[in-house]
C-alpha cells in the first residue's frame, strides 16, 4: 500500500466542528481551548489551514476575528455553495495537490459530498480533531523555520499577487519593482533541513523526483566532490524562504546537477531558469561542461520545460534502470536576470563567501 503524503493543508467547517454550536442560531459560539491548541501547533508544524464552510461571510468572518483565529486561515471559503467546490477553489488557489488536502465537518452529508467529486482529499469527522495531532499524516518529517513560517509567507504571497493584478504595466516591470533578490548558500545544518524538506514538498519542479534524506545530504556535504546548495528568496513583501536546491556533482569533465528542485510558489519569479542560467554561467568559468540528471514524472513536465529552454539537450544512451537520463549542456557565458540581484558563492574557488553575480561587460 503506498503511503499518503503527508497533509499540506486543511480545511475546517466552522459550526459545530472548529467552533461548538451553530453561530446563525447560537451566535455567541466559542472554540475549547483543546480545539484553539490544534489550530495553533498545526500552524507550527507549517501546516496551512483554511475554512469551508456554509455560513454567512462577514458574520462568520467578524466571529473568527473576535475569537483571536482569524489570522490562522488562508483562503478561507465561507459561502452557501457546494463545499467541493469550496475545497476545489482553496487547492488551486494554492497550486496543491489534492492528496495533501485534508476536510473536517461534523455532517456525514457534507463530508460524503466532497468524497464524491473529489475523492482524493482526506475527510475527518469533528471527533476526529483533538487526535490530529498525533496522526503521522498531520507530522512532518521535518519542521524548518520556513515551515514555521509558511502560512505568513503565503499571506504575503496573496498580498504581492493583489498587487501583482492591479500593476498598470508589463508582469516585467511589476517584477522589477519588487527588489527580488535570490541568494545561494552552501548548506549548513538548518539548510540540511530545508533541502530534505524541499525535496519531500517539491514535485512540479523537481528534476528527478528523488528523496534525498538527512544522512545522505550531510554524507553529500562531507564529499568534497559534491555541492550542496539552498537557493532563498526576498522582495520588499518579506522572505518566501528556502525555494530551491541543488545538488552538484564536480565530475572530471563537468559539473553535474544531480538534483535540481524549486518551489512552485516562485516559478513565475524565474527562480529555476535563473539557478540553470547561474550554473550555466560558473560552469562556463570554471571552463568545464554542464550535466544534469532528469526523470520525467507525472508532474515536472514544468521543470524539463526549463531544461529545455535553457539548452539542455538528450545524452545518447545515458538512461538508467531507474528512468533517469543525462541531459547536457556546452556552456557559454550568461548574463544575470534583469529584475533579480542574485548573491551566490564562486563554484570554481572555496570560499564560501557571496558575491553579487555581475553583468558582463559589453
Not at 30 to 55: M, T, Y
Amino acid at each position: 500500500m503506498t503511503q499518503q503524503p503527508t497533509v499540506k493543508c486543511l480545511l475546517w467547517d466552522l459550526d459545530n466542528t472548529l467552533w461548538q454550536g451553530t453561530l446563525l442560531e447560537d451566535g455567541d459560539v466559542d472554540v475549547p481551548a483543546a480545539v484553539r491548541e490544534v489550530v495553533r501547533e498545526l500552524d507550527a508544524r507549517g501546516v496551512l489551514q483554511s475554512v469551508a464552510s456554509r455560513n454567512d461571510h462577514d458574520h462568520a468572518w467578524q466571529r473568527l476575528e473576535k475569537l483571536g483565529l482569524a489570522e490562522y486561515f488562508v483562503l478561507p471559503q465561507i459561502n452557501w455553495g457546494p463545499k467541493s467546490a469550496s475545497v476545489r477553489a482553496i487547492a488551486d488557489r494554492l497550486n496543491f495537490d489534492l492528496r495533501t488536502i485534508a476536510f473536517v465537518d461534523d455532517q456525514p452529508t457534507e463530508r460524503a459530498e466532497v468524497s464524491y467529486h473529489l475523492p482524493e482529499v482526506r475527510c475527518y469527522t469533528a471527533e476526529d480533531v483533538l487526535e490530529l495531532l498525533n496522526k503521522p499524516e498531520f507530522t512532518p518529517a521535518v519542521v524548518t523555520a520556513d515551515a514555521r513560517n509558511r502560512r505568513v509567507m503565503y499571506q504575503a504571497g496573496f498580498q504581492r499577487d493583489t498587487e501583482r493584478t492591479g500593476h498598470a504595466g508589463t508582469d516585467e516591470e511589476f517584477m522589477r519593482t519588487l527588489g527580488l533578490e535570490l541568494s545561494i548558500h552552501r548548506a549548513n545544518e538548518e539548510g540540511i533541513a530545508r533541502v530534505e524538506e524541499l525535496t519531500l514538498r517539491t514535485s512540479q519542479m523537481n528534476a528527478t523526483g528523488v528523496y534525498y534524506s538527512k544522512d545522505a545530504l550531510r554524507a553529500l556535504i562531507s564529499d568534497e566532490r559534491h555541492e550542496v546548495l539552498v537557493a532563498s528568496l526576498t522582495d520588499r513583501f518579506g522572505p518566501h524562504g528556502a525555494v530551491g536546491v541543488i545538488l552538484l556533482e564536480r565530475r572530471p569533465e563537468a559539473f553535474h546537477i544531480k538534483l535540481l528542485a524549486t518551489s512552485c510558489r516562485v516559478v513565475s519569479f524565474g527562480v529555476g531558469a535563473a539557478l540553470l542560467r547561474w550554473l550555466t554561467d560558473e560552469a562556463a568559468l570554471a571552463g568545464t561542461g554542464l550535466t544534469a540528471s532528469f526523470r520525467r514524472t507525472e508532474r515536472n513536465r514544468m521543470m524539463e520545460i526549463a531544461y529545455r529552454f535553457a539548452g539542455f539537450e538528450d545524452e545518447e544512451q545515458t538512461q538508467e534502470d531507474d528512468g533517469i537520463k543525462t541531459l547536457r549542456l556546452v556552456p557559454a557565458r550568461q548574463q544575470p536576470p534583469a529584475h533579480l540581484r542574485v548573491l551566490a558563492p564562486r563554484l570554481f574557488a572555496e570560499e564560501s563567501d557571496l558575491t553579487e553575480w555581475q553583468p558582463m561587460a559589453a
